[in-house]
């Protein structure tokens, strides 16, 4: 075993022989072997976000880039974003600008990548060939890697030998032992290759995974693999390798479908003699039905969440708490709270469950916190923007906000909350089940009554003086019919709103006569005034309606 200082003061890497190629290290070599990073307290951290732009950021993704944006933050650190777009077939930049679009609404800014710039770039993969074309020939010169001639029809008469044999899918060619004159004589024919990597056929690796503890494997399952394809092109793991290293990332924090690909990166980080970081996988995103989520659950993507209407701090919010926790009851964060409270050693294991509920839920309560200036800008420009108003703000979409707002988790609720507010159901709800108590307990008399206290321009009084002048009204309403609590305020609240249930029924009289008042409603909201509503009461049969009739239809979709 020996300890080797690599070229970065800060880190050391601890090597065992055995992982090198069985021709440079021939004997006193245990047949286990370890490779893990141990780092200086002084260790300067620096992460890395590698999306493929080939669709857009789903929310797994999103996630992966926030445990990576709060680590680097929590820690002083600097958090890359890196472009791997080697598969030139599926890779657009358009995706590319996707992902990028939704990493900044989200509010996870990049200290160097695309954009930004920096000392390591560049930092789309695409454009770092050169270097990986260089680390190759060095990985060849010193033997680690070697040319294979084989055809694709040796490679799969390979695969069914080894599949007859219940055997790993192992390459087993004569290329790992060929001689120069052989491989010299295959390049004079111009015959296709690839850089196949040289995995010792004996022992095992092993790393601490900052989330799942040890995880090891037996080399001999493995086989030698490809870093360099017959066109040229760089495979995956030896690219992630090679940025890892030369950008001095110091950890690597991604999804855990990434973990086989350690055992790759390990024995290519040995190789080159880089430092090796620290690795933590992050469990996967689950469905409800604990499969891995996918789109045939919904929407899956962080674009999509936007257009829905949800904040990004509600969605960096609910993304942490997917797997992370700080150890209390508390489920409402900040992302500055969560880069104060964020830790790896924190993060379960264990796969966290996607519940669309709950993250509605949650964007309601961040939406709920914003500043009220904030928030009536917000939906006052969405009324707008829909075509429920005409104005975006002013004294009624304040008072509209403020009397809607708990019923409001999207901001597109505010559209369904306003058309309820502003439309009149008022026949729906009488001949409804729910709505025939209400009818049977002598609602014509208390409409007789109401209807009067309209005429007389008793009622437009007191709505005039808003909020004491309905109080004061509701209250000699009330001693003049000899009701009071429900019997009162369920007949009121369905002939004036129309509804069984809805927001505070005073306010939302008031509001109603304000809308009439001010013309801020658009024609086509289907806004019913309260000239317009008294006159529907007018033409109501009562005598019909107190017949034991079927119900017509149930208020319970319109009386929310």
């Given amino acids: 075993m020996a300890t080797l200082v690599t070229g970065m003061p800060w880190m050391r890497i601890r090597v065992f022989p055995e992982l090198a190629p069985s021709f440079l290290f021939r004997r006193h070599f245990r047949r286990n072997s370890s490779v893990r990073a141990s780092v200086d307290s002084d260790v300067s951290v620096r992460v890395r976000f590698a999306p493929s732009p080939t669709g857009n950021l789903h929310v797994g993704g999103a996630r992966t880039a926030l445990f990576n944006y709060l680590f680097a933050r929590s820690k002083g650190g600097k958090f890359v974003l890196r472009i791997e777009d080697t598969d030139l077939e599926r890779s657009t930049r358009e995706s590319e600008e996707a992902v990028l679009r939704d990493l900044a609404w989200l509010g996870l800014d990049w200290d160097e990548g695309p954009g930004v710039g920096g000392d390591f770039g560049p930092y789309r993969q695409s454009e770092r060939n050169s270097m990986y074309k260089q680390y ?47 491989v010299q004589e295959e390049l004079a024919k111009g015959t296709p290759y690839t850089y196949r990597f040289r995995v010792p056929k004996e022992g095992s690796l092993k790393i601490n995974d900052l989330i799942r503890g040890e995880v090891s494997w037996k080399l001999d399952t493995l086989g030698d693999f490809v870093i360099m394809r017959s066109n040229g092109q760089p495979v995956y793991n030896f690219c992630v390798t090679v940025d890892d290293a030369t950008m001095a990332i110091s950890h690597v924090i991604r999804a855990e479908e990434h973990l086989p690909n350690t055992l790759r990166q390990a024995l290519i980080y040995k190789a080159l003699g880089f430092p090796m970081p620290f690795f933590a996988h992050v469990s996967l995103i689950l469905a409800p039905d604990r499969s891995k989520l996918s789109k045939r659950h919904g929407a899956t993507s962080v674009g999509q969440f936007r257009e829905m209407g949800y904040l990004p701090q509600a969605m960096v919010n609910y993304l942490a708490l997917l797997g992370w926790g700080d150890g209390t009851e508390n489920e409402f964060f900040t992302i500055e709270q969560l880069v104060e409270k964020f830790s790896i050693g924190r993060v379960n294991k264990s796969g966290a469950v996607f519940d669309s509920t709950k993250l509605r839920w949650m964007n309601g309560q961040h939406l709920r916190s914003l500043p009220f200036e904030e928030l009536t800008k917000l939906i006052g420009e969405r009324w707008k923007s829909t075509g429920l108003l005409t104005e975006s703000e002013g004294a009624f ?32 709800t009488l001949t409804s089940p729910e709505g025939r108590p209400v009818v049977e307990d002598k609602l014509s008399e208390v409409s007789a009554s109401l209807l009067a206290a309209y005429d007389s321009g008793e009622l437009l009084g007191a709505l005039e003086e808003g909020h004491t002048g309905w109080q004061k009204w509701v209250k000699g309403f009330g001693k003049t019919l000899k009701r009071k609590g429900k019997s009162l305020f369920m007949p009121l609240r369905v002939l004036l709103t129309g509804k069984l249930h809805g ?58």
């Avoid at 060095?138 to 030998?161: A, D, P, Q, T």
């Avoid at 008072?399 to 008022?426: F, M, R």
Wanted: net charge negative; proline share 4%.
């Fill in 136 to 182: 190759a020939e060095k990985l060849l010169e010193s033997g680690h890697v070697y040319r294979c001639f084989c055809s694709n029809e040796e490679l799969e008469k390979m695969k069914e030998i080894a599949e007859l044999k219940k055997l790993p899918p192992v390459y087993s060619g004569k290329w790992v032992t060929a001689t120069d004159e052989d």
């Fill in 397 to 428: 979409v304040d008072e509209a906000v403020q009397l809607l707002k708990d019923g409001i988790d999207l901001v597109t609720d505010s559209d369904t909350a306003l058309s309820n507010l502003l439309s009149y159901p008022v026949r729906a």
């Fill in 503 to 560: 927001p505070d029924m005073g306010s939302s009289i008031i509001l109603i006569y304000k809308a009439g008042n001010y013309g801020i409603v658009a024609p086509q909201a289907g806004f019913v005034t309260l000239r317009e509503r008294f006159e529907t009461i007018r033409q109501l049969d009562w005598y019909t309606l107190n017949q034991d009739q079927p119900a017509l239809e149930s208020a319970a979709t319109i009386s929310n």
